[in-house]
Each structure stands twice: as structure tokens, then as C-alpha cells.
């Protein structure tokens, strides 16, 4: 039997273009990601370590609100949160609003195969030093201003787009691989909604985030709130592994946030290399790569149309 070609793609929020440099500049660097990030599945390496890999390019793009270049929370701290799923082993492993590190995926990775797979703050602190991963500080000088600009104005202008503010800065990343072993990984890292409350858990570093299994992987972006109560990655994934296609499960999750209000995106693949994304909100920035070309959904302003897919 041949190998299956390999299947991938990434997100960088579903948030503003904007702020990230603009349609051309976002394009390069979402594209010479899945470049990267393909080359190495295409080498034979696993889905789930195709996944690390993207989510620490990822998390290195200052543009996005992931690792370095996090949105602050309403202390000024940056808390990151990550997870990885790898769908083969069906093993799930995260971190939760942990601070002071480059690469929060690479704690979430450094978990999986533990007895205890998914730590909060302290408990990350302590992997990290017991990993001796260096002390790193993720706050750039745009988001250390962004967070200034809010205090003026005594944190009333909504920096997480709670009220529909057009310019979002949200922009967690995530990353859905299938291999030339037909297996799937998930992965999924964010700073936050950003001016959260301290301890406030995002969607991210939970099923309802980031979620896979033999069939099909999900990376979610927008307001966690929304997420977490649509428990929109598990949901797309079981409805597949239910019998229903990656398209109909992304569709029917889609019309189903759409009526109950919710500002989110999602990404998805499958095993029979089907890529699908999904949004109710206005914007998806992501790109994939089919196998024989690498597109994206950045002009897709189309605010009918809930999903796109390649087959
Ligand atoms: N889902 C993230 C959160 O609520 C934010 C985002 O995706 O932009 O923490």
C-alpha cells in the first residue's frame, strides 16, 4: 500500500490583518511556515512532531498572540497557554497560563508521556526549571504599548474585541497535521483573549481547543468562552468519527455557534486527507498545503459561507 501524502494546516487567529503587518506580509509568513513544516512531514516525521515544529514557528512570529508577542493580561503579565494532541496514542498534554518561557508547545510536548499530562502555572514553572528551559521574557514592546494605551483609557476600549471592537488583536495559533503514516496531531498555543482576568483559562489547553484522534484533528481560535461552551474541537472530531464527513461536522458545528452567537474559527483535517476550516467570525488567517499547492483563507471575508474545504 502507499503511504498517504501528507496533509497540513496552520492558523494564526481569527483576528485582524491589520495589526500583523497586512494581507501581503501575513501571506509570506503563514506560507513559508506550511513550507517549512511540510518538508519536514514529507522527510517522514511524525504528525505529531510536524505539529511542535509549526507551533514553535508559530509561537516565534511576534505578529501573533502566542509565545513571543502574547497579548497582556489586565495585570500586564503575559500567561500562555498550549496543548498537543496526538491522535494515533489519543494522548492529550498542556499547559495552563504559564509564564517566563519562548515555547510554551515544547512544555506541552515535554508532557505527553507523563502520568501527569496537563499543569497550571506553578506546576509549569517547576517543569521548566526541572527541564532547565531558559527564562525568557515573551512581551514585545508593541504589546507592552498596546497595554499602556488601554490604561489610559482605564481598560474601557476592549482590547479582546469582547464587544465587537474591528480591531481585534487576537491571534493564537495551531497547527493540524496528518503524516505518511496516516496518523493525526493536533497543537494549539495562545496568550489569551488578552486584559483577562488573572487565572482566567483559555480554551486552548482543553478539548474543547484543540482535539484529536485516529480520524480527524481540530485547532480552535476566537473567544474561548465561545469555544469552551461549544466544545467545538471534540464536537467536530467525534461528529467525523461518528460517520459524519470533516465538511458536514465542520458545517454543522459552524451553524450551530452561528445561532448561539459565538465569535470563533476552527481548522480541521482528516485521515482521508480532507482539510477543512470553519468561522463564524469575520476572519480566519490560515494556510494549508494540499499535497500539491499551499493556499489560504485570508481573503475570505464571506460572512454566509461558515466553511471552506479542500478534498
Ligand atoms: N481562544 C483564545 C482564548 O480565548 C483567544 C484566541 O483564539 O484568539 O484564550
Known sequence: MNSPKPKLIIHGGASSLNDKGGLSSVRSCLHGIVNEVYTFLLAGRSAKDAVVLGCQLLENEIRFNAGTGSVLQSDGQVRMSASLMDGARGRFSGVINVSWLKNPIYLASALQDGDDRLLSDYGGAHLARELQ????????????????????????????????DPEARRGTIGVVALDVNGNIAAGTSTGGKGLEKIGRVSDSATPAGNYANRYAGVSCTGIGEDILEECLAAKVVIRRSDGLSLVEAMNRSMQESQNNNRDLGAIALDDTGAIVWGKTSEILLSAYHTGEKIDDTLEWFDNEQLFGFHQ
Not at 508593541?142 to 479582546?160: H, V
Open 133 to 164: 528551559i531558559p527564562i525568557y521574557d515573551p512581551a514585545t514592546e508593541f504589546r507592552i504599548a498596546e497595554w499602556m494605551e488601554e490604561r489610559k483609557g482605564n481598560f474601557q476600549s476592549k482590547m479582546a474585541r469582547l464587544y465587537a
